[in-house]
């Protein structure tokens, strides 16, 4: 089983009272949080060197699959996405981020049991430590002004996998039923939208310093008589 995840569920952090929220980005966030979540305690109850099942989780990294069109002002993220340098953004092409994806999907028996209910990057295991991040500098500014949670110490780990195999378990059930999204919740506070306006005004001021010097050596040039 290989489930796709992405190094921002590191950063994430549950919400236990209403694991359906689709509140923006700590959404996406969680999504991905859940799916290392699953992968780990998949692994603990079914995976191993005895089993058939081993249990995958990888990162494709920053692949460029135009997932910025749902995100606020993403035709300009775009854009810069287009013609920034490669070490702001670190965008990978669509295979690129594929590759661990269809290489663990297809590794033989030695490595799959050695990845199961583990997180894995370019074909190896990955696991920042300390608060460390990859995240390129344009993620790490994208996650500072959209993701309002922060990752907590009751969302990672073997207790939190356990806490959402048991929820989920429920739900299927018919025991609990999916929270309804609450609408004081998708209220957008002041330091959000302040976070949110410098993101705007970090893309903005970005595209202007690339394309300005161009545009004033051009009006510069003297004009044939």
Known sequence: VVSVGSELCLHASMNWRDLND????????????CNLLHCEELHRRHGGKASALQAICIDPGEANTDIV???PMGWAIKIFLRFMPAT??????????????????????DTAVSFSGRF?????????????????????????ALARNHA???????EAAKKL????????????????????EKQVGVMDRFRLGMLYLFVVLSLIAFFAPGLLMKAEEPVAA
């Open 165 to 184: 195999w048991q929820i989920s378990d429920d739900i299927v059930d018919g025991k609990l039923r999916l929270g309804m999204y609450l609408e004081e």
């Open 120 to 144: 894995v990057r370019d074909r190896k295991l990955f696991a920042p430590e300390g608060g460390k991040t990859s995240l390129s500098p344009f993620s790490q500014i994208f996650l500072w």
């Open 88 to 109: 702001l953004t670190s965008q990978r092409t669509s295979k690129e981020g594929a590759d661990s994806a269809v290489y663990c999907a297809t590794c033989d028996d």
């Open 69 to 71: 069109r749902h995100f």
């Open 22 to 33: 689709k509140s923006g980005f700590d959404a996406y966030m969680q999504s991905k949080l």
């Open 152 to 158: 907590g110490s009751d969302s990672r780990g073997e």
